[in-house]
């Protein structure tokens, strides 16, 4: 960046604006620089459908560079104009395949780029995966590379010269207009009865990345052994309607699904267990924001040894790290919660004390801007 400028100039390129992890981190993420008068951002995306409406009130200039088609090569044209015309310091990138668009550009218009793909943890880690590929095409073209997790930069093994690793920050204000815990729990179970214990899991139903298969058969078991036990699964996705027709037609008031939602932090709120499965045969995690989310309400997590989970989740002390498709391990670390609420109180201290200390959106937010200076 020339240095006598004194303003920055960032331009954002993510493919869409769509519920998930990295799209809620850019959102926070440009949330806290509109606050920062020495920095300006613009924002590129491939898709009109935005689920974080909150950026429509940023008052940023948002390009909407519609793809005609997979092989739609005129993105790269329409992206060099809109770079040759804001004349930005840095693009930062945030997926494989804003990667593959930004590298070419970046380097005819002698731009800074930051690539910040790596959101996940590659499984199989070699060319036969899209993203390892884009990886390899995209790193020697990159200034930085940036990782939300170690593990994503250590699986996609990124240059460490150009690596650094900025684990997800949350904005802790988002909870303090949660919804009141009673009508909530009347909203989805029907009663206001407190003396019910929920365990939930919010993400895609996609089966390539998540296991909720196995979260259904142990809470089957579950069930009938523990009459109180409750279960929220909040999210949607391809397989949705597969799962949801694996549960048995008596336990569909014990299991419920209530869809994608707005205010997924009053639902969590609600949890007494957050847990998380991933396929990890096919998917590994990069740092997720719902056991961020669940951690910074207090929950005790249980989820997947996968990818970034294990740099979150401190196992034993803020939940519980489990074996990849393992029912039984699951139900074993459910019992010991459901029966000790102590335990779960304790772990879900520890928990909020460590997403406080470690995953702020003020340490986040820094690292960034000092990547970009």
Avoid at 262 to 286: A, P, Q, R, W, Y
């Amino acid at each position: 960046m020339d240095k006598t400028k004194s303003v920055m100039k960032v331009l954002f390129f993510i493919e869409g604006m769509t519920a998930g992890g990295k799209e809620r981190r850019l959102t926070e993420l440009m949330k806290a620089l509109k606050l920062k008068p020495d920095i300006q951002f613009e924002l590129v995306v491939m898709t009109k459908e935005v689920h974080y409406r909150e950026i429509f009130d940023l008052d940023i200039k948002i390009h909407y560079l519609i793809r005609n088609g997979k092989k739609d090569m005129s993105i790269f044209q329409r992206f060099f104009r809109i770079c040759r015309n804001y004349k930005p310091d840095v693009v930062h990138c945030w997926d494989s395949m804003t990667a593959v668009y930004s590298a070419p550009v970046c380097k005819l218009l002698n731009i800074k780029f930051v690539n910040g793909m790596v959101v996940d943890t590659p499984m199989p880690q070699n060319m036969s995966n899209v993203h390892w590929r884009r990886a390899r095409l995209t790193f020697p073209f990159s200034n930085v590379i940036i990782g939300n997790s170690k593990a994503g930069l250590s699986g996609y093994n990124a240059p460490v010269r150009k690596s650094i690793c900025i684990h997800n920050g949350m904005d802790l204000r988002r909870f303090e207009k949660v919804k009141d815990s009673a009508s909530m729990i009347k909203e989805m179970f029907g009663t206001n009865s407190r003396d019910i214990c929920i365990a939930g899991m919010v993400a895609q139903f996609d089966s390539e990345r998540k296991d909720y298969m196995t979260l259904i058969e142990a809470a089957k078991t579950l069930i009938s052994s523990n009459k109180n036990l409750r279960f929220i699964l909040v999210g949607e996705g391809p397989d949705l309607n597969t799962i949801k027709d694996s549960v048995p037609q008596s336990l569909v008031d014990s299991i419920i699904f209530p869809g994608k939602r707005s205010d997924v932090e009053s639902i969590v709120n609600i949890f007494d267990i957050g847990i998380l499965l991933t396929n990890t045969k096919l998917h590994g995690e990069g740092i997720s924001n719902a056991i961020i989310e669940y951690m910074a309400l207090g929950k005790p997590v249980i989820a997947t040894r996968s990818g970034g989970t294990e740099e979150i989740v401190e196992d034993q002390k803020t939940g519980f790290l489990i074996s990849p498709f393992c029912s039984p391990e699951l139900m074993e670390k459910m019992e010991i919660l459901i029966k000790d609420p102590d335990s779960r109180n304790k772990m879900g201290q520890a928990g909020r004390e460590r997403i406080h200390r470690c995953f702020s959106i003020d340490k986040m937010v820094n690292k960034f801007i000092s990547v970009y200076n």
